[in-house]
Every structure is written in C-alpha cells, then in structure tokens.
C-alpha cells in the first residue's frame, strides 16, 4: 500500500543525512503534535521527520497538516487503513534514507533537544550496534514507565544506565539503517506486540547487538485513548505473535508447552481465558514461511547472556512473569 503525501516537504533530502524521525499517527492530535514539535526541536544533528497517519479523522489529519506546513524537514503522509505499527513503521520508513532511524510514539516526547543526536552519536561511535532502546520515563513525574519496561527485571535499577539487550521498547529507539536492511525491517503480520523482538531476533542472528542506553529519555504519556486495551485484541496480539516467533526459530509445539500453559494460567486469572485459546490457534494457523531454523549458536549465546541470565530460576520467573497481571513476558 503506497502512502499519499499530505502536507510539507513532499520528499526528504536528496544528499546523506543523519536521522529519520518515523512518527504513527491515529487520531489524538493533540498529543501527536507534542510529539512532532519534540521532533522538530532536536538540534545538533541532520533529520527529516515522517509522520504517516492511519486512518485519523478529517479534523486530526488537518490539525496535522498544519504542523508541517511549509516546512523543508517533515512530511505528512497517509495511508488508507491502519497496518499496525510493524506495518506502518515499515512504511513510513521506506520514505526516508537517513543511516539512523529512530522512532518516536505518539505520545511521548524526547526530554531534550539533544535526545536524537546522542542515539546517532552511540551509534555511531560502536559499528556492531544495530539498535538502541531509550529511557522512558511517565511524562508527569519523570519516573521510569512500568508499561514500557521491555527488560528483565532485574535490571530496572540499572535504568539509569547502559546494558546490551535483546530487544528495545517502540515508544523511543533508534536503529542502524544498514541493521534494519539486513534483517528486512519488521514482520507486518505482528502487526502490534513482539515486533521489535522479532526484528531484533534477526538482527542478533546477523551478528548485531542490542543496547539500551538509560541516559538518553524520552518522556511517555500514559494515556488509554486508541489504546488496545489488555483485556481486549491486545492480549490476544501478545499471546500470538510470541508464539509465533518462537515457532519461527524452530521451536517445536511439545517445546511450547510451558510457555503456553503459562498464558492459559495467566489469561484465566485476568478473565482472558477466550482470548488466550484463540490466540493459541490463530498462531498454529500461522505457520512460518519457509522451514524453522534455529538460532545460531553465537545468537543463542547472546540471548542467554543479556535476557535469560536475568530472568532467574523457573520458580522465578512463575512468580514475576506468569501470576502477574498481563503485560509481562
């Protein structure tokens, strides 16, 4: 699906430069607004500004429009219907060309306007780094997001700081262009839940790493407008697609079992046993293209050194994973 330019520059630079700032829109304009001044504001680095709406309102896409208008640095685009996130960051990236992409929520901010220089700066001071996560804080408060924490959790006191991982929170990440090339960007069929996993999957099976740097925030604003709540699709989306990922890389079903049986436990306290079985099946129904391969070894190696050495004992991992309410892995 090809998007329609709407408002401001009609393409980005033609010559190199830094950064795409890739930024979803559906409806709250207000918000997405915010988040485009944030973007707009970042000094210190060369960066184009994409904002692809999916499906907003005429008044939201007007208010949008306006934001760019006239300008040389952002664009506004649409697309007919909404592909998710993996889609729509697919398609939004796909209009720019700059060696760093970062993306930005809707409803989030950087907390600075030296933000998105320091991400490019990280990488481009460590060429084997394919991707970071950034901090992200509530935007009232400015503690660390409980949502929007995408790692173990044992390492949340080290929020502040920097750690190699296996995966980045989507509200603010940046990611090496040649990275994202390489891997084939994220799988459209996730539509929402587990894409920056998977992408990051294919990118640790290429040899990257994964870093997530606490020192460089992004303020989120936790809001449950045209959110897909826990107790509806979004449960569903998280229990299918991280089992369709593992089922990429070979797990078998009898491999599963403990990981499904968790959900159905998980599910059934949060009243979301419905949508855990239908979960379970629409992720039989899709089946990997081509056969299941394995990680490589070196992968392997590196998922159990950055995630799972964190993750503690079976019995651990019940308690802090399985009986806590969905949102967790």
Known sequence: MTPRFVAGAPGVPAGPYDADVVILALDRAEETEQAIASALAQRGVA????VLDQGSHPP????LARCVAGRGDASL??????????GGRNAATALGH???????DNDAEF???????????????????????????AYDGGRDDPSSWGYPRALLPRAGGSFGTVTFVGAGHA????????????????FFCWEEYDFCLRAIAQGWRIGYRGDLVVRH?????????WSGERWFLFVRNRIHIARKWGASWPALVPRIAGYLVKGARAGLLAQTWRAIRAAAAMEPAGAPR??????ADYLRRHDGAYRGSPLRRLRQEVMAPPGGA
């Open 175 to 190: 990611i090496r262009r040649a990275a994202w090339d390489a891997a084939g960007g994220y799988d459209p069929a996730l």
């Open 111 to 137: 907390a600075g306007p030296a933000t998105l220089a320091g991400a490019v700066a990280a990488l481009d001071r460590d060429p084997g780094l394919g991707a970071i996560g950034l901090r992200i804080v």
């Open 47 to 50: 960066r184009h500004v994409t």
């Open 77 to 86: 685009w649409a697309l007919a219907e909404n592909l998710g996130v993996a």
């Open 98 to 104: 700059g060696r760093v992409i970062a993306g930005l």
């Open 294 to 299: 394995p990680l490589p070894v070196a992968a």
């Open 60 to 63: 939201a896409l007007a208010r």
């Open 221 to 229: 604003k936790v809001a449950a407008e045209r959110r897909l709540a």
